[in-house]
């Protein structure tokens, strides 16, 4: 192979390690942020089971807590 021909090749492998680098950084970032949500949608849910089963609650006062919580859950998709 001639010098040309290396120099190609090795642009043409720096370009596709770059890339791969910069494809895996966005799909961590997007896990982490996937990661973000699900403890987010964990953490309304479990508050939500525990307005549910408090019996120190009126059944008014559990339904209220529960359903400000689904709205919560609800902002949390995407």
């Known amino acids: ?3 040309l021909a290396l120099i190609a090749l090795a642009l043409l492998l720096l370009a596709v390690l770059g890339w791969a680098i910069w ?3 966005k799909n961590d970032v997007r896990l982490q942020q996937l990661d973000q949500r699900v403890r987010q949608q964990g953490e309304l849910i479990d508050a939500m089971h525990a307005a549910l089963d408090n019996p120190r609650l009126s059944e008014d006062e559990q339904l209220e ?3 400000r919580l689904v709205e919560k859950l609800k902002a949390t998709r995407r």
């Open 23 to 25: 494809s895996w950084r």
């Open 1 to 3: 192979m001639n010098t």
């Open 65 to 67: 807590q529960s359903q």
